[in-house]
């Protein structure tokens, strides 16, 4: 039961955080109007983030990973779930780094 | 319990988390705890992905902050039934406020439903189910001992491809914002800068540019949680 100091601070402030987003959306938010533009960028966050996630790892992936982009992104639009659609993802991915010769 | 379906589908993704946090050398306690305290998939795959040894305090906090500013305005949305709790069934209801319970707490709202209890119940199963896959996760993980680099891990990846679908609100709303996000992310990582940095970037200058074009186009728009 391994607990080292340095990880426990980064799990404590990410815990801090994630709990004032939760709880500080409903107390602050609901007394206070933020202005318009930040209500838009609020709406428009969610999405930004992600694809700001995705972008720089699926360009540098080759064929197997872009192939498994597809078909999750695929299967997503025609079950719509997350569970199904990554494992159809990974399987295809994992599938073709096999097929390929790249180990795995 | 109307959330089993949707636990079901959680599944691989509390898996991912676990075996990526044995990879990323983190024990089996403290992986317990970030599960349980953090309780947000998408920020713990962030903050993992740039693990590090010793861990990276200050940037798995910014990740974590990004990620999950995106919660913030789900409280407000709630606040009709909110407002309806006192001590800890309402900080314990916003403790346990996730997409998915937030999505069937605003269904079970627009359907006339008054029970504000059904937001705490759909969130503390989601929380138990979810710590124990990614506990399960973390075990098969070590047992496994997967590589770095493994196709595998494209499971991160995915698990954010599929939750970018129903997030997509039409090109003439998200194509340029979400282009622009995508290229600056791109930019600052080929750019050799650290992370979080083109994740920050990525999201606020993709974001800033929506919100531009939104209150450009059409005036001062309402609150629309």
Redesign the interface.
Known sequence: MELRPDVLLAILGMALVTYACRAGGYAVLRAVRPPPFVQALLRHLPGCLFVAYVTPPLLAGGAPVWAGAVVVVVVQIAVRNIGAAILAGVAVTWGLHAALGLGG | MASLPLW??????GV?IGVLSAAKG?????TA??TS????G???L??LELWAD?????A??I??????????????A??PW?DRLRGWKL?GS??T?VDHSFAMAIAEQRAGGRDAGYLLGNGLGIWVSWVVTVMAGHLGGGLLQVPPG???F??A?????????????GARV?AL??L???????AA??AGWPVPL??L????????L???I??RGRG??G??P
């Open positions: 079901v589908g959680m599944l691989p993704f991912v983190l024990s089996f306690a403290e705890l970030m305290l953090v309780f947000a998408s920020a713990q962030v903050a010793p861990a990276p305090v200050l798995a906090t990740a974590a902050l990004v990620v999950n500013l995106r919660m913030a305005p789900m409280g407000a709630l606040a909110l900080w916003l403790a406020l493994h196709p595998l494209f499971a990846i995915a698990a954010f491809l599929s939750i970018l679908v129903p997030l997509w609100r998200d914002p979400w622009v996000a995508g290229l600056v992310a791109l990582h080929r083109p994740l970037l990525g999201t606020f200058a993709g974001a800033g929506g919100a531009w939104e209150l001062a728009p609150w629309k």
